[in-house]
């Protein structure tokens, strides 16, 4: 009975390289959900997928970061040219057709 | 723009007491509110939820209150135990677009 997924569980990069993060949604859950908790702050809403699906993006930097969840495998969270100011916990949930969403334990991003 | 404040950084009570923590909104058009338990390094857990057609929401130790009116929730968490000792968020939704609008959290001490 597997929760929601997040690997890596810790990412370091230098500055100006790239960032995966993959989330496995629980089973028989297709709504997915990305979340950006910088230090300090409460969760901050990202991007909303189904299945090879962009539902909202509202939260998405304008560039540099990218979503995608495909028919088959996780969803993937992409950063481009990481800087600095990117460095924080970026959790994803997931869900059914209720409202209640299941996070993952995240991924700690560091740019150096 | 804050949509859901959590005017209350940290909250300490002693074990057997009532917790109670308070969450307000500005956004009329919200429906769904949850309330997220956080521990550090972990993804938040879900904890309880209300619609907005009700006005309680009872689990257990667990309570949730919604003013309407006032716009403001509360969660109410008798008796406490040093084990809820954590970051609670609360979260509002409207039903378009599933994704959750979170307050910038409180931090539950409960001594022993």
């Known amino acids: 009975n597997a929760g929601v997924m997040q690997n890596p569980r810790h990412l370091v990069r230098r500055r100006g390289q790239e960032a995966r993060l993959r989330c496995s949604p629980m089973?028989?859950?297709?709504?997915v959900y990305w979340y950006r908790q910088l230090p300090e702050e409460g969760l901050k809403f990202m991007v909303y997928l189904q299945k090879e699906n962009i539902i909202d993006e509202s939260g998405m930097p304008k560039e540099r970061f990218s979503a995608e969840f495909p028919k088959e495998g996780p969803s993937i969270l992409r950063i481009q040219q990481v800087v600095r100011g990117d460095s924080a916990a970026y959790f994803c949930a997931s869900s059914s057709l209720s409202n209640e969403q299941f996070f993952g334990p995240g991924t700690r991003l560091t740019v150096l | 723009d804050q949509q859901v404040k959590q005017n209350s950084p940290s909250l300490s009570v002693q074990e057997g007491r009532i917790s109670i923590l308070n969450c307000d909104y500005t956004?009329?058009?919200?429906?769904?509110f949850l309330w997220y338990k956080k521990y550090p390094a972990e993804g938040p857990t879900f904890l309880i939820s209300i619609s907005s057609i009700k006005d309680k929401n009872e689990d257990g130790r667990f309570t949730v209150f919604l003013n309407k009116s006032a716009k403001h929730l509360s969660l109410h968490i008798v008796p406490s135990q040093p084990g809820d000792s954590a970051v609670y968020f609360c979260?509002?939704?409207?039903?378009?677009?599933?994704?959750?609008?979170f307050g910038q959290g409180t931090t539950l001490q409960v001594k022993p």
């Open positions: 956004n009329s058009m919200f429906d769904y």
């Open positions: 089973k028989g859950h297709s709504h």
């Open positions: 979260a509002a939704s409207d039903d378009n677009t599933g994704k959750l609008i």
